[in-house]
């Protein structure tokens, strides 16, 4: 696989172990410096009409008890 001398097999293992086994980073900041937040506000053409509205594929089914309780609200 690697043709690699002994003393270069070590540097790249104390490498490796250093990078899996070391210390975590210091604090990273949480989102990248250069990125910046987008800002982007969907804008209606004139005439055009709203979307359909979508239905969850994977309800939450009510309870017997809620069930009751909506249908007597009725």
């Not at 001398?5 to 172990?17: F, N, S």
């Not at 939450?60 to 909506?70: A, I, K, L, P």
């Amino acid at each position: 696989m690697f043709q690699l001398t002994p003393e270069r097999l070590q540097r790249l293992l104390a490498l490796v172990d250093d990078v899996l086994a070391g210390d975590p980073p210091e604090e990273a900041p949480h989102h990248h410096p250069h990125r910046q937040p987008l800002r982007w506000h969907h804008t209606r053409r004139a005439g055009t009409i709203d979307a359909r509205p979508a239905f969850c594929l994977s309800p939450v089914r009510m309870s017997s008890r809620q069930r009751m309780r909506d249908g007597v609200a009725r």
